[in-house]
């Protein structure tokens, strides 16, 4: 300390210059120092705004997001299942005088066999003589041997006797080929590659081993393609009724086509079912498709913009607004998120309730809900307050998810609520996304599309399959109808 005065003091004995140019360079320091600083601050900022932003990560899974379960990572361990379904008090498994379905004995079962007593088991004399009393009945069910069944076509050969002009019978339509495979075995691969979702070389190698009948990739592939083709009236009249329907799902996933990320779009309802790919998710695909841009009724979706391009009533998914609830609930302790998550469950219930004994809510019951929705508003206000702080970058200040998800419950109410008002729009946006996932499983099984036409073909057959299911309709038989020029037409109730 005695060193630094004597230096401080020996500058002021040379005199005032000496001095100002000691303070400017101690105030540069100092500038130099508060800089510095700033910026540190600046970077533990943006490094604790990343740290939140990679932790949120971390915990979003199935359960509070829209990722799917397979993609569920568990770190130290699986936390605790916090499911909204409560406990019935039923004990497990099947309850009472529920119909079973135990193998039961036939009448008059197809063979018999006769397991004969030839001596007594006791003295061993001869029973062969002895009349029978009984028979204690076991039953065996199985299939029988799966081989090909031939049959030949013989067209009729006549030669006239009066003028001598050769004259031969015509073959049906259905025979064109000296020699050829029939209906059943062509609507089997396309069951198979298209229902079933087995590759084209196992499902020949599957008609190999059971039916014993080699079959080639490019047989099942024209099969297919035969069927798509017989499908393109069914598909026009799919979509005609879609357009006419009160409530369509629709819904897109991403799907590999020619080794790029492109796009299925699907648009359903309990009876019907619409698939078709394309290059984009936006308006463009939904245009090409065709229904959307002629649709009048409501649209149940998950809030994929686009959507609200065309003019037509929206309903939003609830079941992906209460996984984002949840996220804001669990990450950002929000009471207005979990009271939000509270009052959508319970507007269900009543909903379904009044579908059970098929009337309607009452008004004085939907303004309680609308007043309830409002107040939940007013707390998510409060605990998001509009953020101030200017950004250096252009454009809107950036807002926390939270924020985010309350603008849209802010601005969305009536396409939120729009289930409660109108009992024929369901409260999520499961049809469409059921009809999805067996698309995502076939990618998984049989891996891309090697080019857009491939992808076409399955798209209308599987939008077939999926409308016959949803009508109960055996599909091995829908198919083959199919094929035959017959496809199956559902009718709008």
């Known amino acids: 300390m005695n060193t630094k005065r004597k230096e401080i003091l020996a500058v002021y004995e040379q005199g005032p210059e000496a001095v100002v140019t000691l303070v400017t360079t101690l105030y540069d320091i100092i500038a130099?120092?508060?800089?510095?600083?700033?910026?540190?601050?600046?970077?533990?900022?943006e490094l604790e705004e990343r740290v939140k932003k990679l932790e949120e990560q971390l915990k979003k899974n199935s359960r509070n997001s829209s990722k799917p379960p397979s993609t569920d990572v568990f770190i130290n361990e699986k936390p605790k299942t916090k499911s909204r379904r409560k406990k019935s008090g039923k004990k497990p498994g099947g309850q009472k005088d529920h119909p079973g379905t135990t193998l039961r004995m036939v009448d008059v079962?197809?063979?018999?066999?006769?397991?004969k007593v030839h001596k007594c088991s006791n003295c061993e004399r001869s029973l062969e003589d002895i009349e029978v009393k009984d028979h204690e009945k076991r039953q065996v069910f199985d299939i029988?041997?799966?081989?090909?069944q031939v049959t030949e076509h013989r067209a009729e050969i006549k030669s006239c006797p009066h003028c001598g002009c050769k004259n031969k019978a015509t073959f049906s339509e259905k025979?064109?080929?000296?020699?050829?495979?029939?209906?059943?075995?062509?609507?089997?691969?396309?069951?198979?590659?298209?229902?079933?979702?087995?590759?084209?070389?196992?499902?020949?190698?599957?008609?190999?081993?059971?039916?014993?009948?080699?079959?080639?990739?490019?047989?099942?592939?024209?099969?297919?393609?035969?069927?798509?083709?017989?499908?393109?009236?069914?598909?026009?009249?799919?979509?005609?009724?879609?357009?006419?329907?009160?409530?369509?799902?629709?819904?897109?996933?991403?799907?590999?086509?020619?080794?790029?990320?492109?796009?299925?779009?699907?648009?359903?309802?309990?009876?019907?079912?619409?698939?078709?790919?394309?290059?984009?998710?936006?308006?463009?695909?939904?245009?090409?498709?065709?229904?959307?841009?002629n649709f009048n009724g409501t649209v149940v979706h998950d809030f994929w913009k686009s959507y609200y391009k065309y003019d037509c009533d929206h309903s939003i998914c609830n079941a992906h607004l209460l996984r984002e609830l949840t996220s804001v609930s669990e990450n950002d302790d929000q009471l207005w998120s979990k009271a939000m998550n509270i009052l959508l469950i319970d507007v269900k219930k009543s909903v379904d309730q009044i579908r059970e004994m098929s009337g309607c809510m009452k008004p004085e019951r939907i303004k309680e809900f609308e007043d309830w929705y409002g107040q939940i508003i007013h707390i998510g206000i409060e605990e998001n307050p509009q953020l101030?702080?200017?950004?250096?970058?252009?454009?809107?200040?950036?807002?926390?998810?939270?924020?985010?998800?309350?603008?849209?419950?802010?601005?969305?109410?009536?396409?939120?609520?729009r289930f409660m008002h109108d009992l024929k729009v369901p409260f999520e946006n499961n049809l469409a996304e059921r009809d999805v996932r067996m698309m995502k499983v076939q990618q998984k099984i049989s891996g891309t599309f090697r080019s857009m036409q491939g992808a076409l073909i399955f798209s209308r057959v599987r939008s077939y399959i999926s409308t016959v299911k949803k009508n109960q309709v055996p599909v091995m038989d829908a198919i083959r109808n199919a094929i035959a020029g017959m496809p199956f037409i559902p009718t709008i109730v």
């Open 32 to 45: 130099e120092q508060q800089r510095i600083i700033e910026l540190q601050a600046a970077r533990i900022t």
């Open 109 to 115: 079962p197809d063979e018999v066999i006769i397991h």
């Open 144 to 148: 029988p041997p799966i081989k090909l």
């Open 175 to 293: 025979v064109k080929q000296p020699t050829q495979y029939g209906l059943r075995l062509a609507s089997l691969a396309v069951y198979l590659h298209d229902y079933q979702l087995l590759p084209y070389e196992r499902s020949c190698e599957l008609r190999a081993d059971v039916c014993g009948c080699e079959i080639s990739p490019a047989t099942l592939a024209r099969a297919e393609k035969t069927c798509f083709e017989k499908l393109e009236d069914f598909e026009q009249q799919i979509k005609n009724f879609l357009i006419e329907s009160p409530v369509i799902n629709c819904d897109e996933t991403g799907m590999r086509i020619e080794g790029k990320r492109q796009w299925l779009h699907v648009a359903s309802t309990n009876k019907m079912t619409c698939y078709y790919p394309h290059q984009k998710r936006g308006s463009e695909a939904m245009n090409v498709m065709g229904i959307l841009p």
């Open 388 to 417: 101030q702080a200017k950004s250096k970058k252009r454009g809107r200040t950036k807002q926390t998810t939270a924020k985010n998800l309350l603008d849209r419950f802010i601005g969305y109410k009536n396409d939120i609520l």
